[in-house]
């Protein structure tokens, strides 16, 4: 009796344990084959955000080099304005450096070559003058001033100049035998100013008639003054 309980219970314990292992077994196959699924859809979230990610970086690189461009574009643009500028600067400075020299060689060009002659007539009142003088007593007369005007117009332009045709004040400009303020006024009285003592005297005469009506009225200004 013993040994068929025994036998009984042998059997009940195998076959617990064999219950057990199935449903152990059944449980660990069900846990395995919901871990793969979890893995993936965590894979598949990590896989997004990375994608969003990269997205974000290649989208701030994206930016970042259409800001370059944009910076080096707008950098060039100004570069070139810059170079423009400069350059129409160097070629206005290379003209009139070219213009001055040309203007220094015709005016050493007429110096040298002397005075423009005078070829109008002299009228025997002002023989006792000679050169310039005798050019600006002729002159004079022909303005319409007596030859009692002439002592005033003599030590006036005696004082500015000396009569000289080619007499320059270096500081302030003036130049020739009137003292032309600055010289190039007397072109209006023709193009040889620089050269020609009767072009001189004409714009003096017309510059005294208008401002002190006489040579004497000027002089009288001058010895006031010291300037007229």
Not at 3 to 22: D, E, F, I, K, M
Not at 25 to 30: H, I, K
Not at 79 to 108: F, I, N
Not at 158 to 170: L, M, P, Q, V
Request: glycine content about 10%; proline content about 5%.
């Amino acid at each position: 009796m013993n040994r068929l309980w025994s036998r009984v219970s042998v059997r009940a314990v195998s076959v617990g344990l064999l219950v057990a292992g199935l449903i152990g077994g059944v449980y660990l196959g069900q846990d395995w084959q919901s871990r793969p699924a979890e893995t993936s859809i965590a894979n598949a979230a990590q896989a997004d955000l990375d994608m969003q990610l990269l997205k974000q970086h290649q989208s701030r690189n994206a930016a970042a080099r259409a800001w370059q461009r944009q910076a080096e574009g707008a950098a060039a643009a100004k570069a070139a304005a810059a170079a423009r500028t400069a350059a129409g600067r160097a070629h206005k400075l290379e003209t009139k450096v070219a213009a001055d020299k040309k203007a220094a060689a015709d005016r050493k060009k007429e110096e040298q070559g002397g005075p423009v002659p005078y070829n109008g007539p002299i009228p025997s009142s002002c023989n006792e003058y000679s050169g310039s003088r005798k050019i600006g007593c002729a002159l004079m007369l022909e303005k319409g001033f007596p030859i009692a005007e002439f002592p005033c117009l003599d030590k006036l332009w005696k004082h500015e100049s000396g009569w000289n045709y080619k007499a320059e004040n270096k500081s302030s400009g003036a130049y020739g035998i009137p003292q032309a303020l600055p010289g190039k006024k007397m072109a209006s009285a023709g193009a040889d100013w620089r050269t020609n003592p009767a072009t001189q005297i004409k714009w003096g005469l017309g510059y005294v008639k208008g401002r002190y009506d006489t040579p004497c009225g000027a002089w009288g200004f001058f010895q006031d003054r010291g300037h007229y």
